[in-house]
């Protein structure tokens, strides 16, 4: 059983900071690459950012320069930074991991958190 364990949201201002965590247990291997989605109210879920095997990591445009993905693989977690917060940035946050590299699609996307509630107030 493949366990996603996403956390580290919370309510701050406009200007601030939060890092989310994604916890993976019972991979048999590391995954081909992980990510982070957000899901706004009435929007659709999108794609935040992914780091492949290779801890190379790419970004969507709308959080480029302001988020920062990395990884511990000692503790098998998932870190998003994120600084320099905007209201446009609350949404429920979910972590993902697939067992191939698929460049972050969630199409791709084989595992999933239950979600991290991020609000950010102006």
């Known amino acids: 059983l493949v366990l996603l364990v996403d956390s580290g949201g919370g309510s701050v201002q406009a200007g601030g900071s939060l890092r989310l965590s994604c916890e993976a247990s019972?991979?048999?291997?590391?995954?081909?690459?992980m990510a982070w989605f957000r899901q706004a109210p009435g929007k659709e879920r999108e794609g935040v950012g992914s780091?492949?095997?290779?801890?190379?990591?790419i970004y969507d445009e709308s959080v480029k320069g302001r988020f920062t993905i990395s990884r511990d693989n000692a503790k098998a977690t998932l870190y998003l930074q994120m600084d320099s917060l905007k209201p446009d940035d609350s949404a429920m946050y979910y972590c993902?991991?697939?067992?191939?590299?698929?460049?972050?699609?969630?199409?791709?996307?084989?595992?999933w958190g239950k979600g991290t509630l991020v609000t950010i107030s102006s």
């Open positions: 993902a991991a697939s067992v191939v590299y698929c460049r972050g699609a969630m199409s791709g996307m084989n595992f």
């Open positions: 019972a991979f048999i291997a590391t995954p081909a690459s």
């Open positions: 780091m492949d095997r290779n801890d190379i990591a």
